[in-house]
């Protein structure tokens, strides 16, 4: 008996080699993917978040510069969790991303079709729920290879896409102002905007599938597919490289200073930024005639640029940085607090100062958070899991940062 359950067992496994090749010749056309498909995912975020001009004209007494930020990021937060309780993780990669570009486009025509407070702020948390299907899978993307710089991609991918959001909003807003059109000057330059999104969201499909087809990313889908395939089946896998695989709880006590770190920094960054700075005080040089207008070059636009910096910055200097330098850095930022306090009284210029830190410091912490990944987690399978698990607790800090500000904003705090 022994022996035919041993032979029913050996019938079952499956066995799968190690992947051992050489990454290097498609390094920078993975690197270059991966950065641009996670651009055009925070393009969705960030078309939203950059039309602050939009808002304060037509909707001046919504508060959507809050109630849009705690749409998104709740919805993003649940959204995963749900993700990750279901295990539509399992079910591939392209089964969420693609839709998941397909449903931008789909707010992009819905916030143009319909000008209405609660549309726009169901079209933030639309979108928040959407990055859950496609962010997570790319940040898993980047996970299956065993070095940083393809994480970094994702995190430049982000921060660029909030710098170059800004650019093209306001030299679209500048070109409108100087056509003259007869159309509403705002109006025109947010569909040409959201247009603008359509189009990125078509090509970033395009690149996706390209993305899948190189070779040494193909082999890494097919080995994680047929690795969550068996164990639907209730196989046995000999799978070298996810041997020791490791439970959600297990990789949690490993990581817990870096989920701690990432919760913290998302959470006073949403807490100041973009709500509280965009309602400060319009004395000095933002006094004439602009409220409408510098929020979101200046406000938007410098938090977006320290972003980058940090997140490209992290590139260079991760090696340096241990679990806890990192944790030190993200509880020294609670310093920017003083933002709320002081934001009337402080110089506009001194206000973009310390908004740029606030943006460096966020895309550096977070960043190089993402890369010092523990050693002791090895494996695709648990590389992938980690993956999640951190953009979970990345989630979380915006949500709760997210939802205190708006508190403190409709109850007069700030």
């Known amino acids: 008996m022994n022996s035919l359950n041993n032979r029913d067992k050996q019938i079952n496994t499956i066995p799968i080699e190690e992947t051992t090749d050489d990454i290097s010749k498609d390094y920078k056309g993975i690197y270059w993917r991966i950065l641009f498909l996670n651009l055009v995912v925070f393009w969705a975020y960030q078309s939203l978040m950059s039309a602050q001009n939009y808002y304060i004209k037509y909707f001046p007494n919504d508060h959507i510069d809050f109630w849009g930020t705690v749409s998104s990021g709740t919805?993003?937060?649940?959204?995963?969790?749900?993700?990750?309780?279901?295990?539509?993780?399992?079910?591939?990669f392209t089964k969420r991303i693609i839709p998941g570009y397909i449903g931008y486009i789909i707010m992009a025509i819905l916030v143009m079709s319909w000008k209405n407070s609660i549309v726009l702020i169901?079209?933030?948390g639309f979108v928040g729920g959407i990055n859950t299907l496609t962010e997570s899978p790319i940040y898993a993307i980047a996970g299956l290879f065993p070095i940083g710089s393809f994480t970094q991609a994702v995190q430049v991918g982000a921060g660029l896409a909030g710098f170059l959001n800004v650019i093209v909003n306001t030299l679209i807003r500048l070109i409108v102002l100087l056509v003259h059109s007869h159309i509403d000057q705002d109006q025109l330059s947010f569909y040409i905007f959201m247009g603008v999104l359509i189009i990125l969201c078509l090509l970033a499909i395009y690149v996706y599938y390209s993305l899948i087809n190189i070779p040494s990313m193909k082999i890494r889908i097919k080995q994680q597919m047929t690795s969550f395939e068996c164990k639907t089946r209730n196989e046995n896998?000999?799978?070298?490289?996810?041997k020791?695989?490791?439970?959600?709880?297990s990789l949690t006590k490993i990581l817990k200073t870096h989920l701690l770190i990432l919760i913290y920094v998302f959470f006073i960054t949403l807490l100041l930024w973009p709500g509280?700075?965009?309602?400060?005080?319009?004395n000095g040089w933002f006094k004439y005639n602009g409220h409408s207008w510098w929020c979101s070059p200046f406000i938007i636009g410098t938090f977006n640029l320290g972003d980058l910096i940090g997140r490209i910055l992290a590139m260079k200097v991760h090696k340096y940085f241990s679990k806890n330098i990192c944790l030190f850095l993200s509880i020294l930022r609670t310093l920017f607090i003083l933002i709320i306090?002081?934001?009337h009284s402080i110089d506009n210029i001194l206000l973009l100062v310390l908004i740029t830190l606030l943006g460096i410091t966020n895309g550096l912490v977070a960043t190089v958070t993402f890369m010092v990944r523990p050693q002791t987690i090895v494996g695709v399978n648990n590389c992938e899991k980690a993956a999640y698990l951190m953009t979970t607790a990345l989630y979380f800090g915006i949500a709760s940062g997210s939802i205190v500000a708006a508190i403190l904003a409709v109850t007069h705090v700030v």
Request: aromatic residues 26%; proline residues 2%; charged residues 10%.
């Open 75 to 92: 919805t993003m937060f649940i959204c995963h969790i749900i993700q990750l309780i279901f295990g539509f993780y399992k079910y591939g």
């Open 122 to 124: 169901v079209a933030f």
């Open 237 to 242: 896998i000999e799978l070298h490289f996810i």
């Open 244 to 249: 020791n695989e490791l439970s959600f709880w």
């Open 276 to 282: 509280i700075p965009c309602n400060a005080t319009n």
């Open 341 to 343: 306090f002081f934001r």
